[in-house]
T-cell receptor, first 109, second 113 residues
């Protein structure tokens, strides 16, 4: 079983819909990262969380440390949000990121 | 503020050759991490350097090595290339390590033929 599991693996939605991507992990962490990767490979950091909730524009990220679960929400989704979203955890006590398999999001106009 | 710069962007090598990839972090960042991304395995951690010291290494063979210089620039080397080493190699810089915000380079796409 992978240490970081994301769901769903693929998600297709219509413009304007509310999107939720989930991440569960089974190890002790010092931080959780949400990353965005567009075709071509570049990765952008969206959020880094160690507790609670963060909001940036239409994006919201939450983490529940007790349940070892995080969610990334996109409100009023837009075709430009189409990308792969990756959850990564920083392993407690080790300078190492472990990644989920990614969620491929497609937003249709 | 300049971002993370990786060179070269694309590379084609032959089996058995060696390759060196370079990563220049954001000014002031002392941590550089390297990752391999393949369609089958996804993103995997290679190693992390902080102030010229390797603090952690992933489960890769000894053919994969790296180093960090006093200006925080980092290089990774792969010797005796195999077809399976074809991948996108990404580096990320951060202020203190993987528990601080990571800034990724555009990656080096290595093709081994």
């Amino acid at each position: 079983k992978n240490e970081v599991e994301q769901s769903p693996q693929n998600l297709t939605a219509q413009e304007g819909e509310f999107i939720t991507i989930n991440c569960s992990y089974s190890v002790g962490i010092s931080a959780l990262h949400w990353l965005q990767q567009h075709p071509g490979g570049g990765i952008v950091s969206l959020f880094m969380l160690s507790s609670g909730k963060k909001k940036h524009g239409r994006l919201i990220a939450t983490i529940n440390i007790q349940e070892k679960h995080s969610s990334l929400h996109i409100t009023a989704s837009h075709p430009r949000d189409s990308a792969v979203y990756i959850c990564a955890v920083s392993i407690q006590g080790a300078q190492k990121l472990v990644f989920g398999q990614g969620t491929r999001l497609t937003i249709n106009p | 503020k300049a971002g993370v710069t990786q060179t070269p962007r694309y590379l084609i090598k032959t089996r058995g050759q060696q390759v060196t990839l370079s990563c220049s972090p954001i000014s002031g960042h002392r941590s550089v991490s390297w990752y391999q991304q393949t369609p089958g395995q996804g993103l995997q951690f290679l190693f992390e350097y902080f102030s010229e010291t390797q603090r952690n290494k992933g489960n890769f063979p000894g053919r994969f090595s790296g180093r960090q210089f006093s200006n925080s620039r980092s290089e990774m080397n792969v010797s005796t290339l195999e077809l399976g080493d074809s991948a996108l190699y990404l580096c990320a810089s951060s202020f203190e390590g993987t528990n601080t915000e990571a800034f990724f380079g555009q990656g080096t796409r290595l093709t081994v033929v």
